[in-house]
């Protein structure tokens, strides 16, 4: 009964958030309590919260109230007049510029919990994001979501059968792919690993280093955005575990966060790779698992060219869930109402 008439302090912040997971990798999308983010565009959103509210996110992401591989979001207002939402995406070390898995479980939690209607056996949410305007078609059935396949931002190969000399790890060959941020693809067994959980410490030893390398060898341009020339992460791939999958992907990427999800945006670059090699044809599907066995479909819809690369435009599906309400207080006395992060 006491703490039924126990309120915070009115001076505590308040947060407020829904949890959700996508194919098992975690998203906390903030619906109330977080200042809003001036700018005309996402990136100019982005960088107002890098430079002025990094600590909220570190608070919200690192413990007490998160881990090591939390990753969230912040929804805004659109800034194309078709989106229905904006977003700014952010983890342990910092803002991606696009998340599939994201995507993916924002267009599930807006449409469940009535922020935008929700209409079977298909309805649109258009996206905002760093990295452009990305449009999912939700698929419903008895007012739930079943799954979410979005079309990805044009996605494209940066380089095509590289080498490089990696501390502890020797010479190893990779290729680096946009999809909404850029990656460095490998093969697993390269480094001596296969895409078992069980190897989960050692993906990010070696993943981190081949991304270090990478980065310290190379620019990494994006065509039209300089706040999307950085290397996001290192997919490792292998063959695949269960039967009716193509492959099997582990995603290092952020500040050694492993990607429960076959990450979409990973996909997308993997589907540019694939169609430079002409390995896939137009609309021809892959079904990738993720390191815990769980699944997204990815395709070819359509390809441009985007600046100087012959690209294409991607989908992916996949199914997201809801997990959790919750409400985060800030008590300004707290020594680490910032966060802390071990990992």
Not at 114 to 123: E, F, K, S, V, Y
Not at 212 to 224: D, E, G, K, N, T
Not at 240 to 267: H, N, Q, W, Y
Not at 275 to 288: C, F, P, S, Y
Request: aromatic share 8%.
């Amino acid at each position: 009964m006491a703490k039924k008439k126990w309120k915070p302090p009115k001076k505590w912040l308040k947060i407020t958030t829904i949890d959700a997971h996508t194919e098992g990798e975690p998203l906390r999308i903030i619906t109330s309590g977080f200042p809003d983010l001036p700018g005309k565009t996402i990136l100019a959103r982005r960088r107002y919260c890098q430079k002025n509210l990094d600590h909220l996110r570190t608070a919200l992401v690192w413990e007490p109230r998160g881990h090591a591989d939390m990753y969230g979001c912040i929804l805004t207002s659109p800034v194309t007049p078709e989106a229905d939402t904006g977003v700014v995406f952010f983890h342990n070390e910092g803002y991606s510029t696009m998340c599939g898995h994201g995507i993916i479980a924002i267009a599930t939690v807006v449409l469940e919990t009535g922020m935008l209607p929700m209409t079977a056996p298909t309805t649109t949410v258009k996206i905002d994001t760093p990295a452009g305007l990305v449009t999912a078609q939700a698929r419903v059935a008895r007012r739930r979501v079943k799954s979410v396949a979005f079309q990805n931002v044009p996605s494209f190969v940066l380089a095509l059968d590289e080498r490089i000399q990696v501390p502890g790890l020797g010479k190893i060959s990779y290729d680096i792919a946009f999809g909404g941020a850029f990656y460095a693809y490998v093969k697993a067994k390269e480094v001596g690993l296969t895409c078992t959980p069980d190897k989960f410490r050692d993906f990010i030893e070696k993943g981190m280093a081949i991304k270090r390398a990478v980065m310290a060898s190379r620019p990494i341009v994006h065509p039209y955005e300089k706040d999307l020339n950085f290397l996001y992460g290192t997919i490792f791939i292998c063959p695949p575990l269960s039967k009716g999958a193509d492959s099997r992907s582990v995603c290092i990427f952020a500040e050694g966060e492993v990607d429960r999800s076959p990450t979409g945006t990973g996909i997308s670059g993997r589907l540019a790779i694939l169609h430079a090699r002409q390995k896939i044809a137009l609309n021809q599907q892959i079904d990738i698992e993720s390191i815990i066995g769980t699944r997204f479909t990815g395709r070819i819809v359509e390809t441009k060219k985007f600046g100087p690369h012959p690209a294409i435009i991607p989908e992916v599906e996949g199914s997201a869930y809801i997990t959790g309400q919750h409400e985060f207080l800030f008590d300004p006395e707290d020594p680490l109402q910032d966060g802390f992060i071990l990992r």
